[in-house]
């Protein structure tokens, strides 16, 4: 892992949040450190946006480790790379384009680390 994303998650390193249910619930930094998707539908999973928050970003690249996952992260990945290829496709502003751009390429590289297809 490359030192910036290193001292980035550092500074993320509470593992739980704890809700006024009395539930804990995993951190975007602990989740990123542990390096991939367990298909749980975590709140704040950075590899696959489950709940559809416009406002979700994704892990970095260099974060996601080259492993098996479970079938289920694999075809939420799938989902996902579908659905922004569609979204790419019917696109009209350059600003949506690049958006839906990224996310492809973020759901792709899953793919490639998760060993989808071999």
Known sequence: ?????????QNENADWEITSDGLYVATRGFLIRRGYC????CKN?????????????????EA???????????????????YHRQQLELAHDEQEQRYHRR????????????????
């Open 1 to 9: 892992m490359e030192a910036n994303l290193k001292r980035k998650l």
């Open 38 to 41: 367990c298909a749980n539908r």
């Open 45 to 61: 999973c950075p590899y696959i946006n489950w709940r559809d928050n416009p406002k979700w970003e994704p892990a970095p690249p």
């Open 64 to 82: 996601v480790r080259q492993m098996r996952v479970s079938p289920k992260a694999i075809a939420g990945a799938e989902a996902m790379l579908a």
């Open 103 to 118: 996310m492809w390429t973020h759901y792709a590289h899953l793919l490639r680390c998760w060993g989808a297809g071999s």
